[in-house]
């Protein structure tokens, strides 16, 4: 009794365990929280059990369990230790399983290479399985599998499903070979080039898009290989995938300069003007001018204005940089590209690239301005901009920026300065300041002034640099003009002590240079800097050596052009000589070496009355520290072009436009586009169903996606040959008419002949049973015809 109570026990209790396991498996398909609790309570040895396990769903559980402790990397658990139970299930008829096992093989094939070439025989008889997806799992699979023993197994199996029917075999096709070349690169060049050239001959989109991809990686400078399908490919971009079409758009750019004549630019006043596209992008002769494309260049541009909606910022990004890099301005403006890129940094999609697509923008407005100078608002800072957004945005503005726009642009920047906290920011927003400053006199004033006036009253120290640097550069593109604001500089360098040393030093650099337009207030700064010498920053301390040295050789000059006689001028009785020589005695014992050696340089320059060296050192022109944001695209522009713009790296190099190189005739480019032959492996299939029957020809009604369509006269004939089934029967498709007319019209009912033959006993029984129940439903049939007569009549 007490047996049988335990067993009964027992069996409740796993009864309970299995049901509880049950309802969490099968709560993990509403909810991934379910699951997660599941999985977390699989310990290591149920995790054995359930991969060797016989039920396809706890193999797909443990499965499950093994991906989740790949993605979160629990270094408790040695996943390498299960390799041999993973691999095993590579063969199962699970399709989620095979996957996983792929994953899991990708990870840790290199690290036990033995028991995965255990497995790749599994993998290879996949290569021949009826479901197209298990096969392109196979091939992804095994060419996922970094073994170089392994690599011509992976180029054979690769040479044999480059011909499956299938579109997404082929397509994993053209991944393998991209891997492949990753791996061997030049090795195995001469068999991936046959094999690309086949690809690109398919007619199926999904196989073009990864063809495209390993031709834009392993060979893109083969251009030639599009000469058959360029004209092909432009119907079919907008097919591709998202990042294919950013590739092909690449290429066919650099293919257009190679192979395709320039446009023509006609004066419209005078149609007998014309001359070919110029490199530089702003370099048109004429006010107003029509344009003449050839017709495969006009062919891409027009394909290019399908996409300019794209979801993928990149591609409308590059489609942008093929009309800047094909066409002229107006050209450009008209595409209507300028407007989807501004309605790309308005989207909250692509916050992470936005500041990438304003360094984009930036590069055509310093090319040419008027492009976006309809879009001034756009580039206003927002309070949700990051600091590279912002930096970019006021670049923009400094680009845009003229006498008609000006005065809402400096009241704009002037509220940045004042109430932004990023350094990076102010910085800027005081270099665009700067460049307004620029554009009038009147205007660098009232800059000048503004900017004294925030240094003085309520800056921060973080900010002084900038605002000295900007000051010296308003000041330096007009000294004389400056005469109030020097003064007023003075007073800052007499009574302020919050200054840093470098704004100090850029002060005291700054007068002088002025002494050479008012040098009768420069003497007296020095005068001021002198006592304090030994307590002044390192740069401070060799501005005021630079300053001094200066303004003695100023001086000498000015008393040379004063004095009929040569080498009048008396250095021992001279002011400006005695301070000089008081700052290069204390620089002679400075801390610094670099200060030592300047205040020697000048006393053996200024003792042995070398005044002409001394004029060629210190006196030469010095450039304006805020150089114009403006490319020359005469020839192509490249990186050093783009130093003024402060492009990322990978930007600079993106943006490098390709000169034109073609320069032939017009008849011979386009006889290298004649369209090539397409492969429509399509046509290969055996199997009975609606894409097989339409042939392609209105698969679109039907969900299908085949882009090669048929004539009626390849149906009729393929209709009229019939299908045959993977089972081997054949059928023959038939008509309305042909199908209805086997059915006999109604009222003329075939009469059953029943012959009898010789048999034992039972058949005879079961025979008369048979002609009993035929004679009923016979006798039945005909009281109902006779009823329906009568009600007839």
Known sequence: MVDSISRITSALESARELTLEAAAVAASRLGESSYHRYSQSITPEGLRSLLNSRNSREVRDGMKRVASLMACDDPTINLESYFADVVKNVSSDDVKVKRLVAIYMLRYAEKDPGLALLAVNSIQRSLSDPDPEVRSLALKAISDIRIPSLYPIVLHSVKK???????????????????????????????????????????????????????????????????????????????????????????????????????????????????????????????????????????????????????????????????????????????????????????????????????????????????????????????????????????????????????????????YIINDQRPAVIQEALNSLAGCGQLSRSLSLHITKWLLTRMVDSISSASLDSFVSVLRSLIQENPAEHLHTMLNLSQVLRTENYLSGTAKAGIVWLFGEFSSINFTICPDVLRILIPNFSREPKEVRLQIVLLAAKLLSWEVDNSKNSSTEVGAFDIDNSRTAQMARSVFYLAKFDDDFDIRDRSRLFCSLFDNERYEIASLLLQAPKPSSIAPMALNMSSSANASSFASLGLDPGMEDYLSFSSWTFDGDADESSALRVPAQTKDYSRMKTSFSSSTFFGGKNSDDFGGTSPVSETSDDVHTQSSRGFTSSAGRKYKLQSLDEFFSDIPARGQRRRRVLVEEESSDEEETSQEDSESDDTSISSSSESEAESNIEVNT
């Open 161 to 415: 499903a480059i011909t499956d029917v299938a579109a997404e075999v082929r397509c994993a096709v053209g991944f393998a070979l991209l891997k492949l070349y990753r791996e061997q690169r030049e090795e195995l060049t001469d068999d991936i080039l046959p094999l690309l050239q086949d690809l690109l001959a398919d007619s199926d989109p999904e196989v073009v898009s990864s063809a495209i991809i390993l031709m834009k990686e392993a060979f893109p400078d083969h251009l030639e290989l599009l000469h058959g399908h360029f004209r092909r490919y432009c119907g079919l971009l907008p097919q591709l995938c998202e990042w294919s079409q950013l590739y092909l758009i690449e290429l066919s750019v650099k293919y257009c300069k190679h192979f395709i004549p320039r446009p023509i630019l006609m004066d419209s006043s005078d149609a007998a003007r014309a001359v070919p596209l110029s490199d530089d992008f702003a370099d048109i002769p004429f006010a107003i001018y029509d344009v003449s494309f050839h017709p495969d260049l006009s062919m891409f541009l027009d394909s290019l204005q399908k996409l300019l909606h794209s979801q993928n910022a990149a591609v409308v990004v590059a489609i942008s940089k093929a009309y800047f890099e094909l066409s002229p301005s107006l050209t450009f403006k008209n595409s209507k590209a300028t407007d989807a890129l501004v309605r790309l940094i308005g989207g909250p999609s692509i916050a992470d690239g936005r500041a990438l697509i304003f360094q984009c923008i930036l590069v055509y407005c310093a090319v040419d301005p008027s492009t976006f100078s309809r879009f001034l608002n756009k580039f206003f800072l927002l309070p949700s901009d990051d600091t590279n957004t912002a930096v970019a945005k006021l670049k923009i503005l400094s680009t845009l920026v003229d006498l008609n726009n000006v005065k809402r642009v400096v009241s704009e920047i002037k509220y």
